[in-house]
């Protein structure tokens, strides 16, 4: 049974400061936001393609696009043309 995970909010995203190891911040449906040692945060979502094959993929950094932003390219993905994907979680 999967584990359900508390939505992001934009402070949380904002406020996420760097460590000495690389950590994620998850906002669920596969979506989640690594935060890296220098300071880095980039939006990247994991998800299975109807061919049962793994497909990651990455929409950028925060905040250039934002949580909204990466929401709804998230949805966009997942109910896409060429079938309906899964996330892994």
């Given amino acids: 049974m999967s584990r359900t995970t508390a939505p992001l909010s934009d402070a949380a995203c904002r406020s996420a400061k760097p460590t000495d190891r690389a950590y994620k ?3 669920g449906g596969g979506l989640y936001l ?35 932003d990466a929401r709804r390219k998230r949805l966009e993905i997942i109910n896409s043309e060429h079938g309906v994907y ?3 979680g």
């Fill in 25 to 27: 911040l998850f906002d």
């Fill in 34 to 68: 690594p935060v890296q040692p220098n300071g880095r945060k980039g939006w990247r979502l994991r998800y299975v393609k109807p061919d049962g094959r793994e497909g990651p993929t990455s929409f950028g950094n925060y905040p250039v696009v934002g949580l909204a």
């Fill in 86 to 88: 899964r996330y892994t």
